[in-house]
């Protein structure tokens, strides 16, 4: 015995890797909302235009395409026929 604690394999504890957020999480239905226009905004755009789309300000909508279509039923559709416009090349 070498009257140390080093005899052992060193155990590091054990750490969560998962970030906890202050944040409140988005309602059901509101996540279903952001799911739906996110994959529509991809089929349409594509990666990099669907992520500006989504994110920056739309003035024809009167914000971002993201909060409005999370925040209501009403806003989705809008945004929806947003993006259905632009697919077919009408005021983008």
């Known amino acids: 015995m070498t009257g140390t604690d080093d005899d052992g394999p060193e155990t590091k504890p054990r750490r ?4 906890r957020s202050d944040r409140p999480k988005l309602a059901p239905d ?3 909302r952001q799911g739906r226009v996110t994959k529509l905004a991809l089929e349409t755009l594509g990666k990099d235009e669907a992520i500006a789309y989504l994110n920056l300000a ?3 909508l ?3 395409p993201l909060d409005l279509a999370t925040g209501s039923a009403d806003g989705l559709r809008q945004v929806e026929q947003d993006l259905a416009a632009r697919r077919a090349g009408v005021g983008a």
């Open 16 to 19: 969560n890797h998962f970030r």
């Open 30 to 32: 509101a996540a279903g």
């Open 58 to 60: 739309s003035d024809k």
């Open 62 to 64: 009167g914000g971002r």
